[in-house]
């Protein structure tokens, strides 16, 4: 892990805690006495509890876990919530991989215009034929359909000529009533 990513981290980590106990001090005492034994297990002052809805969010103050506590027949049950940092940390890591392998690649690249090798370009589709518009083939479409081209092509036009049309009326129109 790169200095930046554990930088990241730290400053991520100590946000969500100062939110998490600024938040508790008031909400703790939204928890009964009863709640607040049940779901610490006697040890009170290693958690940070906030009353969510019917839940308790229960933060251990001694390893940064944070879980969610339901009550479920009469007694509590505190599951750990998933770790979206954990996520987070992977993808910057796999990010900051892909950065360093790009810019090595970058660089063998510089390196081989300038000492005169040559790299081989990635391969690229056949480009057409700029005389003739074709890939040096045959005319995939039969006589029939090049007619039928030709008239949809030759509509399309006129429908594009006339739609302009309009609009050059629309505006003049327009600007007439501003006067």
């Given at each position: 892990m790169s200095n930046r990513n554990r930088w990241f981290l730290s400053l991520l980590s100590g946000?969500?805690?100062a939110t998490i106990f600024a938040t508790s001090a008031g909400a703790e005492s939204q928890v009964s006495a009863e709640d607040i034994e049940a779901v610490t297990d006697g040890a009170a002052n290693?958690?940070?509890l906030v009353a969510v809805d019917d839940d308790i969010l229960r933060v251990d103050r001694q390893n940064g876990t944070v879980s969610v506590c339901k009550e479920q027949n009469a007694s509590w049950r505190c599951?750990?919530?998933?770790?979206?940092e954990d996520a987070y940390l992977a993808e910057i890591n796999d990010l900051a991989e892909e950065v360093d392998r790009l810019t090595a690649r970058l660089q063998e690249l510089e390196d081989?215009?300038?000492g005169g090798a040559t790299v081989p370009p990635a391969k690229s589709p056949e480009k057409a034929d700029p005389e003739?518009?074709?890939e040096n083939e045959t005319s995939r479409l039969?006589?029939?359909?090049?007619?039928e081209l030709e008239r949809m092509m030759t509509f399309?036009?006129?429908a594009m000529r006339r739609f302009f049309g309009?609009?050059?009326?629309?505006?003049?129109?327009?600007e007439g009533e501003g006067n």
């Amino acid at each position: 892990m790169s200095n930046r990513n554990r930088w990241f981290l730290s400053l991520l980590s100590g946000a969500v805690a100062a939110t998490i106990f600024a938040t508790s001090a008031g909400a703790e005492s939204q928890v009964s006495a009863e709640d607040i034994e049940a779901v610490t297990d006697g040890a009170a002052n290693r958690y940070s509890l906030v009353a969510v809805d019917d839940d308790i969010l229960r933060v251990d103050r001694q390893n940064g876990t944070v879980s969610v506590c339901k009550e479920q027949n009469a007694s509590w049950r505190c599951n750990p919530v998933p770790l979206a940092e954990d996520a987070y940390l992977a993808e910057i890591n796999d990010l900051a991989e892909e950065v360093d392998r790009l810019t090595a690649r970058l660089q063998e690249l510089e390196d081989g215009a300038s000492g005169g090798a040559t790299v081989p370009p990635a391969k690229s589709p056949e480009k057409a034929d700029p005389e003739t518009g074709s890939e040096n083939e045959t005319s995939r479409l039969n006589e029939k359909d090049e007619e039928e081209l030709e008239r949809m092509m030759t509509f399309t036009e006129s429908a594009m000529r006339r739609f302009f049309g309009m609009v050059r009326e629309l505006q003049r129109d327009l600007e007439g009533e501003g006067n």
